[in-house]
Structure formats: C-alpha cells, structure tokens
C-alpha cells in the first residue's frame, strides 16, 4: 500500500465518526499532505535505496535509534525541541508523520498514553511498531516505605525507564529488533552498531558505580517530579522528589515544609532541579535553606540549543554524575 493511499485510509476512518472535530481533522491532515507532496524519503547517499523513515517519541530513543541505523535511516523527533513531554498532545500534522514512517519507535502506555488511541487508526500492515518497555520490570511510583505518606499518586507505573543504565541497553535491544524487521538485509550492520553503542552504555554505567562507591552521602533531594527512581534504584541511592505525577504539578505548603526540614536533617547542601520547567520549587528552598541548586536532566526532551549543539544521551549522563558527584560529596 502506497503512502498516499494509507493517508486517504486514515482519512477514511476519522470521517466515520461523523462530528464537526473530525471533519476539522480530516481538512488539517489533508493540507498537511498538500505541504508534504515531493517531500518524499531521502535516498541513501551510497546506495541510492530510498532511506528507512523513523519517527521517534522521547529524545533518548531519538539518540539510540541513530548510533544503530547510522546513515541508513531518517530518525526524527516526534517532539519539538524545548518541549516537556508529558504535556505533548500530537497534532493531526504528527499522525500523518506517523502513518507515513516505516517504524515508530516509543517508550510505552505509560509515558506516551495517547499512543495507544493513534495507533488504531493507522497503516499497521507497512508500520513496525516499537514498544521500547517490552522484556523491563516497570517500578511503582513510590518512594521508600518511610516517605510512602509523602507519594503523592504512588501505585501509578514509573515509565522513566531510560534512566535505568542496563533498561537502556534493553532499549536498544528492542529499537535493534525493529529496525531489522524492516530491513533485514543491513542486519550485521545495525547489530555491530548497537553493540558498540550498548558497551559505551555499559561504560558508563561502570562509572557511575564506580563514583558512588565513594561517596559520604546516598540521599538526594529533587524538587521536580517523580522522574530518578529507577536511577537510584540502579546505584542504591535515597532519592526524594517534591510531588508525582506531571512536571507541572506543585507541591503542597506542607511537603515544601517537609523537604527544608530533610534537608537539614541529613545536612544537605544541594537541592536539584529538572530540564524544561520553571525550577520554582527547588528556588523556594533554596532560598530558604542556603542550599545549592544543580541540575539533574531526566533527557525526555532537549532544548533547540542543545539538539542544535548535537548534545548526546550519553553527555547528558555525564552532567548528571558530575552533579551528583557534588551533591553526594563523592571523592
């Protein structure tokens, strides 16, 4: 089925359900199919084969998929640059991008649920769809059992799976499986990638342990969201965060109340912020407590600055151990 006759498919099915916002839906994704017309894939620079096309979710699949595919596939980003990711809502302009690709490549129902209501309406017989969660245990999102009073939302599924070192060499291993369906002939050249890519995982993965091996302190404290369970739970740290849920969430008065008194129980110098969001919560206490605040980066999602710079998943890892490395006064 050709590319032009999935769109009209598509098109076909939103107008079964006969009301005005889908009839608004069907103008906006045929315009964008007007603009699109002779936007075709990129023919690969050697052999002159018409170039995988793949559409991923979250910055970090974004990264992987390309040090596997290297110049045989067009990777995008489904996301905009600078934009937190779970406030995105995709445009019809982002269906077609989707229905057009030959993989989409995505986290999971819990960190992309409207995947699961696009999907329906698409070409699955020329899609491969990549499920980057399948084969990893998936954590609750609750801190240890003394703070479970302070979970706000706790029992909801942790979909941070990337910031878990040995995940993101499962993540891999799911893009790898994917983009060998669909192009099985190039498979010893997309392995060899993801093996080289999945031992610079596991390098650093070894010096991040090798770092809190050292260090005077386990516990840090985040004034963003739930995001750094699953990598405190890699290296045996304490981690607290302000409040579950979205990054646009706030805490309540008494769980600020709460955070400035750990911090001075345990003697905490440092208070960390997140990526793409006001630090509003962690400049309150720090401005209260004298506590520095560091950046921790959850890499969901990049600022144009950064994606212009070329800044990797694997630099972002880098600056979070350094932070963590001052934070928890390692040697």
Request: proline share 4%.
């Amino acid at each position: 089925m050709s590319e032009k006759q999935g769109n009209v498919n598509m098109i076909k099915d939103i107008l079964k359900s006969r009301n005005l916002l889908s009839y608004l839906l069907v103008l906006a994704l045929f315009l964008t199919m007007i603009s699109m017309t002779g936007c075709g894939k990129k023919d690969h620079p050697t052999t002159g084969q018409k170039k995988l096309n793949i559409v991923t979710t979250l910055f970090p699949l974004y990264d992987f998929t390309r040090n596997i595919v290297g110049d045989n596939a067009q990777v995008t980003l489904l996301l905009p640059p600078g934009m937190e990711p779970h406030s995105f809502e995709p445009k019809p302009g982002d269906m077609l991008r989707i229905n057009n690709a030959d993989l989409f490549i995505y986290t999971g129902k819990f960190m992309e649920p409207w995947v699961e209501g696009i999907l329906k309406g698409l070409d699955s017989k020329k899609l491969v769809i990549v499920d980057t969660s399948r084969g990893i245990t998936l954590n609750e999102e609750k801190e240890d059992e003394k703070d479970q009073d302070h979970a706000h939302g706790h029992g909801k599924t942790d979909p941070h799976i990337w910031l878990d070192l040995s995940n993101a060499q499962k993540i891999v291993d799911n893009i790898l499986e994917g983009v060998i369906q669909k192009d099985v002939a190039n498979r010893d050249y997309y392995s060899k990638n993801a093996e080289t890519y999945k031992v610079n995982l596991n390098g650093m993965d070894a010096k991040y342990r090798e770092t809190f091996s050292t260090c005077k302190r386990r516990i840090f404290i985040h004034g963003g969201h739930f995001a750094f369970n699953y990598l405190a739970k890699r290296y045996n740290l304490q981690y607290i965060a302000a409040y579950h849920g979205s990054p646009d969430a706030e805490p309540t008065p008494k769980r600020l109340i709460e955070l400035k008194n750990m911090l001075k129980q345990y003697d905490i110098k440092y208070i960390y912020y997140e990526e793409l969001i006001l630090p509003r919560v962690s400049e309150v206490i720090s401005r209260e407590t004298g506590a520095t605040m560091l950046k921790l980066h959850g890499a969901h999602n990049v600022s144009k600055e950064d994606m212009d710079k070329g800044i990797t998943f694997l630099s972002l890892m880098e600056e979070n151990l350094k932070n963590l490395k001052v934070g928890l006064e390692c040697q």
